[in-house]
C-alpha cells in the first residue's frame, strides 16, 4: 500500500503518529475529541504523547519489527517532526498511508532542496548558495555579500546548526565551527517582521489558510505569535497565495506552515520565504484557542480524508511560548483573565526547552 491508496476513515479508526513531543500530544488530543484513536511511536520512554493515548510503542525508528507492528495497528500514519528517516517512512508506507507523503520529505529535510523547489515555483527566497567546503564558502560569500547565514542543509532547528557571517570574520574559522561537509550561504534578509501561514490541504486539493501569524523569537526560539500579523489585507492575501501554490505543487495532505520574512521597501514591503515545515507548528498553537478549528484538528480532519474547517478567529490573539523556567509561573497565568494555559507534561524545566503555551484572546473582534 502507498499514501496514493488513500483511506477515508471512519469514527474509531486509529491513526498512527511518528514522534511523542508537544505536538504529537495535541494532535492525539485532536484526535480524540473527533472519535478517532491514535498511537504514538517515540524512542523517548519520556515522550509527552504517550500520556494521553493508550497504545504506544517505545523504540527505535530503525526497529523494523515495531514499525511493522505499529502499522498493522493503524489506518493511516502521520507525523509531527520532519527529520523521519526516510527508511522508517518506507517500512510504514509500505503497509499503511502516510500522510504528509514520503516524498515531500525529501524536499523539507534539505536545505538547498527546499530552495530550489520554492525558487522552481516562481517564489521569492533568500539568494542563497551550496557549500560543501571552505574553498566554497569563500565562493559564495564572493557572489552573495556580507551579512549572511551559513546554515546546515539538514537537520538545522531552533536556529541550532547556523551562524551569521558578518564582515571582517574568518571563514575557515566559521566553516569548522560549523562542523558539517553540506551547507547553504542565504543573503542576510533585513526583514521588518517574521510571520508564517498555517495552511491545511486535504486530499481533493481543497486549502484551508489560518490567518497569518506574526512571529518573535528570543534566542532563536519563537516566544510570542500574533494573530492577525500587521501586514496589509493584500500582502496577507499574497501569503496565503504562497502557502496554497506550495502546498499544491507538493500535493500535500495534511497541514503545513511556511515562514516568511516581511521586506521593506520603496514601493511597499515583499515576502521571501525563509522555510516550509511539513507539520503542524508552534507559530499555530493560537489557533486551540483562538480560532473556531485548531491546526491539529485541521490536520486529523486532512488525513482522515473529511471535510477541512473553515477556520474563523475568535479575536485579536496572543501566543506566548512557556521556554524553561516560564513554566514556573503556570500558577500566574492562570490567573490572567481570557489566558488558557497549556502545559505539556514534561517534567523538570530545562533551558531552552518548550514546557507550554499560554493563548490569550484579548477582543472579540475580527480583522
Ligand atoms: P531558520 O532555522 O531558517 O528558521 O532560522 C531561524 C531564524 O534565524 C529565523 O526565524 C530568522 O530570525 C533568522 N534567519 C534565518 N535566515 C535568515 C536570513 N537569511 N536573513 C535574516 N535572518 C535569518
Not at 56 to 73: I, S
Not at 185 to 214: K, M, N, W
Not at 254 to 270: D, H, I, K, Q
Amino acid at each position: 500500500m502507498t499514501a496514493s491508496s488513500f483511506k477515508k476513515l471512519k469514527p474509531g479508526d486509529t491513526i498512527g503518529i511518528l514522534g511523542g513531543g508537544q505536538l504529537g500530544r495535541m494532535l492525539a488530543m485532536a484526535a480524540a475529541r473527533l472519535g478517532l484513536r491514535c498511537e504514538v511511536f517515540s524512542p523517548d520512554p519520556d515522550s509527552p504523547a504517550f500520556d494521553v493515548v493508550q497504545h504506544a510503542t517505545c523504540a527505535e525508528y530503525a526497529d523494523v519489527e515495531a514499525l511493522e507492528l505499529f502499522a498493522n495497528d493503524c489506518d493511516v500514519i502521520t507525523y509531527e517532526f520532519e527529520n523521519v528517516p526516510s527508511a522508517t517512512a518506507m517500512i510504514l508506507q509500505a503497509r499503511r498511508p502516510v500522510l504528509p507523503a514520503q516524498a515531500i520529505l525529501k524536499t523539507t529535510q534539505d536545505r538547498l532542496i527546499e530552495k530550489d523547489f520554492v525558487t522552481g515555483l516562481g517564489i521569492a527566497t533568500a539568494a542563497y548558495a551550496d557549500v560543501a567546503s571552505a574553498a566554497a564558502l569563500h565562493t559564495a560569500v564572493a557572489r552573495i555579500g556580507l551579512p549572511a547565514v551559513i546554515k546546515t542543509r539538514r537537520f538545522g532547528y531552533d536556529g541550532k546548526g547556523q551562524a551569521i557571517i558578518r564582515d571582517g570574520d574568518d571563514l575557515e574559522k566559521v566553516w569548522d565551527g560549523l562542523a558539517t561537509k553540506s551547507a547553504i550561504l542565504e543573503a542576510f534578509v533585513p526583514f521588518e517582521r517574521e510571520i508564517s501561514v498555517i495552511a491545511a490541504r486535504g486530499a481533493d486539493g481543497h486549502v484551508e489558510c489560518f490567518d497569518v501569524t506574526e512571529n518573535e523569537h528570543r534566542d532563536h526560539i519563537l516566544k510570542f505569535s500574533y494573530a492577525p500579523a500587521k501586514i496589509s489585507d493584500q500582502l496577507a492575501a499574497q501569503a496565503r497565495g504562497i502557502a496554497e501554490k506550495i502546498a499544491s505543487a507538493l500535493d500535500y495532505v495534511g497541514v503545513l506552515a511556511v515562514e516568511l520574512f516581511v521586506v521593506p521597501g520603496e514601493n511597499g514591503a515583499t515576502l521571501v520565504v525563509n522555510e516550509i515545515a511539513p507539520r503542524v507548528h508552534n507559530s499555530g498553537h493560537w489557533t486551540l484557542d483562538g480560532a473556531s478549528v485548531s491546526q491539529f484538528e485541521q490536520h486529523i480532519r486532512a488525513i482522515a480524508g473529511w471535510p477541512l474547517a473553515k477556520p474563523v478567529r475568535h479575536g485579536q490573539v496572543t501566543m506566548t511560548n512557556l521556554i524553561g523556567d516560564d513554566i514556573l509561573d503556570y500558577e500566574k497565568w492562570m490567573t490572567v483573565p481570557g489566558a488558557t494555559v497549556h502545559l505539556y507534561g514534561k517534567g523538570a524545566p530545562k533551558a531552552g526547552r518548550k514546557m507550554g503555551h499560554v493563548t490569550e484572546v484579548t477582543t472579540a473582534s475580527s480583522k
